[in-house]
């Protein structure tokens, strides 16, 4: 029994729960142009290239971001497909994730 209870409160230490970074980004809409209906999303995760990341109707988005140094940029699009440029990046975000698990517990009898 002793054993079983050991082996449930480290499986409870190293599977714990997981904590996302939550982070709502918002920006300016395009003042001149065609309406936007849309806007596309990407994100760059440390040195990797832009990848898409979404799209959003209202100039917002509110997302769990990935570990590591993340920025994104987003455009606007019409309801003709055509898309503007890509926005200056944002400022970089940087998660260095959840603190480490803790160690074995050891039990000290004191007499």
Known sequence: MKNLITAIILMMMTVGPSYALEVTY???APTT???VAYYDVQLRVNSG???PFGTVINPTLTQDMPVGLSLIRVRGV???GRAGV???ESEPL???GEPGG???IHRVVNQ
């Open 26 to 28: 918002t920006w300016t």
């Open 33 to 35: 142009g065609t309406p």
């Open 49 to 51: 290239d832009w990848e």
């Open 78 to 80: 019409d309801e003709f």
């Open 86 to 88: 890509w926005s200056t």
């Open 94 to 96: 940087i998660d260095l």
């Open 102 to 104: 803790c160690g074995i």
